[in-house]
Structure formats: structure tokens, C-alpha cells
């Protein structure tokens, strides 16, 4: 599973939306550039740029600051929020974004989002909002379409899609959990990449978010920023997570480990003796580095 940390970009600054609503904005960094540099210094595999001038009011300015990320990073950037014409898709790729992440446009126009991913194969990323229903909500959680998320799955992964991001309207992810239901039926309908893009509350939902699965399918990624900013887990506590999911412990997790050290602690009196065990399962965790 991939790591992106979020910078959403309003003004020029870097903000944060508690509830996903811009005039409750609340600015983080006044250097965009400063702190993109910051998340993948700390273990960002990805970035996921939003364009909230674009999104809410059609405004561009923020163009060219999200060409110097793009240029600043040595780690693919998907950049979203307003991209609703053909024109400002080939703008941003032509800036070096690695995708361009869509939502309103796929679902009001999907004849012209097929064309679209015959131009630019694999380069187009659906982001989806979902309400507790999975109803699909557009234009900013504005409006309802009356279409479902199995639907729309179906109808876009047959137009080409790159990829998938899941968001649920209207959660607070700093005390609600992730929407585990719309994230399972996701990865079970489609091949594409799904990707976890409403953020978590902590560590435990990180956990849980790996260990949804669909046959041999999991989540490909997960979406952070404000949950690392209010200090619930550091972006480095997150990566090792991530990294810890791909390593294989013969028919063992990670987890299952770490599970298994506590217990065997509770039955052994010399501390020596648990204290090599847990060095030793660092040291799987390691890849076995000599």
C-alpha cells in the first residue's frame, strides 16, 4: 500500500478544511513548496495535491506553485481540483504531473471522459465522494446524482480509468472511522488502484485498512495530512506501517508477531529471553540485514 500525504493548496498557502469546508480553512505553511519537501522527507511514497482555488471557484493562480512542487519532489504528484475541461488535463500533465485526478466531469460526462482516456491512458484518476448510503455526491458535496458507488465503479473502470479515490462526505476523520464497507465493495468490482483518500484516526485504522481484501486484491493506497498534523501518529510511524504489510514473517503477519511477543512476555520471567525475541522480530522486519 502506497503512503500519499495531501497538500491542499488555497491562496498560495497551505491549508487545512477540519470538515471539508473551505470557509473553514485553516492555514498550515505559507510554502506550499517547503512543505511538500517536509512529507516526502518523512516517508510520503506519493503526493496528492488539491487545487481548492480551482475546485471552488474556477480560479488558477496556483498553476504555477504546483509546477515548482512537482519539480521539488523526487516522488510521483497527482495534482486534482478543478480539472474539468480537456485543456487544463493536458496543462497539468504537461506540468509533470504523474496523474490528474478528476470527480465532477467523470460523472456528468462520461462520453467525453471515455475520449479522454483514450488520450491519456492510464493517466486519469477518479475521485469519488460517497455519503453513508454510497450515494456519489459532486461539485464540492453540493449535489446529488442519484447514482451508487457499485454503478459508478463499473461504468468508469469500463472507461478506462487509472485508478480510484475513495472519500466519504461529510466524515470527520479525526473521530469517525473509514467507510470499510464502500472501501471493501470498491476493491471487490474493480482492477483499478483504490485508494483510501479520507484520511484515518490512527494507527488502528491503518491496520484495519490493510487488512481489507477481495480475493488476492487490497487497497493500493492511503491518503494523510491533517491526521499528522494534529499529532495522532508521525508520517514515519505511518510509512513503517505501510512497509511492515509487505514483508513476509513465514505464515505470519507483522501483527500476528508482535501479538504473539506479548503474550510470550506474560510467561517467562527472564527478561533476556524477551528481549531477543523482539530483537529478533525487528530484525525480520528488517529484511534480515546482516
Request: with cysteine; net charge negative; aromatic share 6%.
Given at each position: ?252 503477519s507483522r501483527p500476528d508477531l508482535d501479538a504473539a511477543i506479548v503474550k510470550y512476555r506474560s510467561h517467562i520471567t527472564d527478561e533476556a529471553d524477551a528481549d531477543a525475541a523482539t530483537t529478533f ?7 534480515g540485514a546482516e
Open positions: 500500500m502506497e503512503l500519499y500525504a495531501r497538500v491542499n493548496i488555497l491562496d498560495g498557502r497551505a491549508v487545512r478544511l477540519p470538515h471539508g469546508d473551505i470557509s473553514e480553512v485553516i492555514s498550515l505553511d505559507d510554502d506550499p513548496v517547503n512543505r511538500a519537501r517536509g512529507w516526502v522527507s518523512k516517508g510520503a511514497h506519493r503526493l496528492h495535491i488539491v487545487d481548492l482555488d480551482a475546485a471552488a471557484h474556477g480560479d488558477y493562480k496556483n498553476r504555477g506553485l504546483i509546477g515548482d512542487i512537482i519539480k521539488a519532489v523526487d516522488v510521483p504528484v497527482q495534482v486534482g481540483g478543478g480539472i474539468r475541461s480537456e485543456a487544463e488535463i493536458a496543462r497539468v500533465l504537461g506540468m509533470g504531473a504523474w496523474r490528474v485526478v478528476i470527480g465532477t466531469l467523470a460523472m456528468i460526462d462520461q462520453v467525453l471522459f471515455w475520449e479522454l482516456n483514450r488520450k491519456y491512458p492510464h493517466r486519469l484518476v477518479v475521485s469519488l465522494d460517497v455519503r453513508p448510503d454510497l450515494e456519489i455526491v459532486i461539485k464540492g458535496w453540493t449535489e446529488q446524482t442519484g447514482e451508487y458507488l457499485e454503478e459508478t465503479l463499473i461504468n468508469l473502470s469500463s472507461g478506462g480509468a487509472a485508478g480510484f479515490m475513495i472519500s466519504e462526505v461529510g466524515r470527520d476523520a479525526l473521530s469517525e472511522p473509514p467507510n470499510y464497507e464502500a472501501l471493501e465493495l470498491a476493491i471487490g468490482i474493480v482492477d483499478e488502484p483504490v485508494v483510501a483518500a479520507g484520511g484515518v484516526r490512527d494507527c488502528d485504522d491503518i491496520a484495519r485498512l490493510m487488512a481489507i481484501s477481495s480475493g488476492d486484491k487490497k487497497l493500493a493506497g492511503l491518503v494523510v495530512g491533517r491526521e499528522v498534523t494534529a499529532g495522532r501518529f508521525s508520517m514515519e510511524e505511518a510509512a513503517r506501517a505501510l512497509s511492515e504489510a509487505g514483508i513476509a514473517f513465514g505464515p505470519w522480530v525487528e530484525w525480520l522486519g528488517s529484511g
